[in-house]
């Protein structure tokens, strides 16, 4: 017996119960006067107490029943016994459950005091468990000493169940917001179901990924050895109630397996376990595709009761969640690891297996082997198809890179096209590792088709090996690189494995990278200008700013030797914002010293004009120095542009938007086509120095140049040739329609203050 109390509902119930039975005792004895029979008067009693539904009884001081309802008697009664009058609780319950109701009721009669609301749990005489809902009250005779107790207990067995029922979803949503196994939510799930059904034992089937095949979830009661006899079935019309009831994406309500044509091929498996029917429905995910299945086994043949389904729904309903949880988490879990595009390792998981298999190397006395690989000319196929031939390509050149390894092997894509090959352990006898990695150069420059084109892309690669190269992934994956842009150097399409040569420029490198740093830091930058003249009137209308490096040791370093290196590791992104808000303020200082206005031409790289805020950035310079944006000329090559031409247009005519020039820097030296060249909104094109250095000896280039100057003036553009260095190169450019010319026929590029005195010459 369990005794405990209740909450104010509950309480309040029984009170209103306690006070309609003393009501009703009340009324009868005032319909029966005391000059009326006795016997009647008890027989009238008797009958109305006998229709309430509740247990109502009267017991001495000794726990005999003196008076009992038939509601408890019906509930209690023993073969051959038809009345509870004279007996005890110890002559209908178990000891243990007796004692316990005798020593309450002595304590009630001791004491005078009542016990409300009391939970009890017996077991009736059918052998069901019930919970009742018990107030025992003393009664007293006319001296007020206590003579005995009655008692009121209602059935709240179904309440009970229901309780524990939602207790078992709270508990299950909790096992699943913690991330618990499905195999512990799916077995508690399964036995909270079978407390409330008897005689059941559950079964959760999940559906394969491959959306064919039976995989078991968990199914706590049931032997072992069934379920791997079902474990990797096929589902199909006709596969018993799981396999059948997954296929068809709809309950499945077998009542006799024996007979049921679903279970035809598969009785024998069930029949030495003596389950009669099956009763499955799918769990479906919240869009309502199948995931599993949730079935009930019975060894009696039958159907489900509507209770016992409206369980099952309850359970399908759980068991989806949980698994769709699951999957959610383990997609996060293969994102945080792997690349999206094609699905191979990511850089974080790179880490976890160099080490794993540097630690493997150790125990062995192996070795562990990383190369760096990068396509070749990769670019190209983006710019000449799209982005997506691009991701095509990826997935293709990755998918076969898999098959030149082995399963301990891994292929990792770190981003862009770069990716990189573990080679972990001792290869087969014969076999070496420079074959292995040639075999995946071989198999990266086979043909790919892709929109009805061909191409052929090679790779560039470079190996490091531990433990004579690197002690960690670190190490090994930047000699591996830098192994890598060797291969590069010496012209693509090649291996190269690090040496200590490679070491040695690798250090330089970072050491330069650490110098250009600090001279951005430390104001070692500085810009010069170079002069552009108008050739129809004489005039200097503008100055191209280029920035130099005066190294503390070694000197006036040239923009060759430090350009090329920014734009490799991203310095050159504070270098050209600080470029920019020089020449803004020069230029705006030039004015306010009574020079006449004239434009400042600034270079941007590509990093510079793909960033997100570059317009912003620019609007911030001109803000900041007070020029004004008519003043200031940006000037962009054909590659950049081209890397992205739609958003190369929409940043361009922000920029125009906000009153600054724009031209083409290099013009000829890129692939721009003229349908790309119209849609741009710039004012001047740049003929690069390698098409004027030669003129006018040089036929090609002459013809060249005159091409470009008519191009552009079809296009209602300005031409502008730099390095222009002789009097015949002006000359012929003149006569060519060549608009403005650069270059050391004027100035070499000085410093702003000898540039000031060659701005207060009217003209050269």
Not at 115 to 132: F, P, Q, V
Not at 327 to 337: G, L, T, Y
Not at 727 to 753: H, K, M, N, T, W
Request: glycine letters at 8%.
């Amino acid at each position: 017996m369990k005794l405990s109390r209740l909450g104010n509902d509950d309480a309040d119930q029984t009170a209103r119960l306690m006070s309609a039975s003393r009501r009703l005792i009340d009324e009868a004895a005032r319909l029966f006067p005391l000059a009326a029979a006795q016997n009647d008067r008890t027989i009238w009693l008797e009958a109305m107490i006998d229709e309430v539904p509740d247990y109502l009884y009267f017991k001495d001081r000794n726990g005999r029943f003196v008076v009992a309802n038939r509601a408890i008697v019906n509930d209690n009664r023993r073969e051959g016994l038809d009345s509870l009058e004279g007996l005890t609780d110890f002559d209908i319950h178990p000891e243990h459950v007796a004692r316990g109701f005798f020593n309450v009721e002595q304590e009630i009669i001791r004491t005078g005091r009542a016990a409300l609301d009391m939970e009890e749990l017996i077991r009736d005489s059918r052998g069901n468990l019930k919970w009742l809902l018990t107030s025992k009250l003393p009664v007293r005779d006319a001296a007020g000493v206590v003579i005995g107790l009655v008692g009121v207990a209602r059935d709240i067995t179904e309440r009970k169940r229901s309780e524990s029922l939602h207790l078992g979803q709270a508990h299950l949503l909790k096992m699943i917001a913690l991330g618990a196994p499905l195999t512990e939510i799916f077995s508690s799930l399964i036995l909270l179901i079978e407390a409330h059904v008897p005689d059941v034992a559950g079964s959760i089937l999940l559906l394969a990924p491959d959306g064919r095949h039976i995989l078991n979830g968990a199914a706590p009661n049931l032997d072992p050895a069934f379920c791997k006899l079902i474990e990797g079935a096929e589902i199909g019309p006709a596969v018993g109630s799981c396999g059948t009831a997954m296929w068809r994406g709809e309950p499945v309500v077998v009542c006799d397996i024996e007979t049921d044509p679903l279970w035809t091929d598969y009785k024998a498996l069930v029949t030495p376990y003596g389950f009669r029917a099956c009763w499955s429905s799918p769990i479906r995910s919240y869009q309502g595709r199948v995931l599993g299945t949730f079935a009930l086994y019975s060894r009696l043949a039958g159907e489900p009761s509507a209770e016992c389904m409206k369980l099952v729904g309850m359970a399908t309903h759980i068991a989806g969640i949980a698994i769709e949880r699951k999957q959610a988490e383990d997609s996060i879990q293969f994102m945080a690891h792997h690349d999206a595009l094609t699905g191979l390792p990511n850089r974080s998981m790179l880490d976890e297996r160099v080490a794993s298999a540097i630690e493997a190397a150790d125990d062995s006395g192996g070795t562990v082997t990383l190369a760096f690989i990068d396509l070749d000319n990769f670019k190209l196929v983006n710019d000449s198809l799209g982005h997506h031939a691009g991701d095509e390509l990826l997935k293709i050149v990755s998918a076969r890179m898999l098959g030149c390894v082995r399963a301990g092997d891994s292929i990792v894509r770190l981003g862009g096209d770069e990716f990189v090959v573990l080679i972990d352990g001792a290869l087969p006898e014969g076999e070496t590792v420079e074959a292995r990695l040639q075999a995946v150069r071989d198999a990266v420059a086979s043909p790919v088709e892709i929109e009805g084109r061909s191409f052929q892309v090679t790779c560039s690669m470079g190996v490091a090996s531990y433990p004579a190269h690197g002690r960690n992934a670190t190490e090994l994956l930047a000699r591996a690189d830098a192994a890598m842009y060797r291969a590069k150097e010496v012209g693509r399409d090649a291996m190269e494995v690090f040496t200590a040569e490679l070491a040695n420029r690798a250090h330089e490198k970072l050491e330069r990278q650490e110098e250009l740093r600090r001279a951005l830091a430390q104001g070692e930058l500085f810009l010069q200008y170079q002069p552009q003249m108008d050739l129809t009137t004489g005039r200097i209308f503008a100055v191209e700013a280029l920035i130099r490096w005066r190294h503390p040791e070694r000197g006036l370093v040239p923009p060759g030797d430090f350009i090329p290196l920014a734009e490799e590791t991203g310095l050159i992104v504070p270098i050209g914002d600080w470029t920019l808000r020089a020449a803004c303020r020069q230029n705006k200082a030039w004015q306010l010293s009574g020079l006449p206005p004239i434009v400042v031409s600034v270079n941007v790289s590509a990093r510079q004009f793909q960033a997100k805020d570059w317009v912003e950035r620019v609007a911030t310079a001109l803000e900041e120095s007070g020029l004004e944006a008519r003043y200031l000329e940006l000037e962009l090559t054909e590659s950049l542009i081209m890397q992205d031409v739609q958003q190369a247009v929409e940043t361009m005519h922000r920029l125009e938007q906000l009153g600054v020039h724009l031209a083409i820097d290099d013009f000829g030296t890129g692939y721009s086509s003229l349908a790309s060249l119209k849609r741009f909104p710039v004012g001047r094109l740049k003929i690069d120095r390698s098409f004027v250095q030669d003129l006018p000896a040089d036929n090609d280039d002459a013809a060249i140049a005159h091409a470009v100057i008519s191009l552009a003036h079809s296009l209602q553009l300005r031409v502008i040739a730099e390095g222009v260095e002789t009097r015949e190169q002006v000359d012929f450019l003149r006569a060519a329609g060549c608009d403005e010319i650069q270059g050391f026929y004027l100035s070499r590029p000085i410093d702003a203050r000898a540039l000031q005195a060659i701005l207060c010459i009217p003209n050269l």
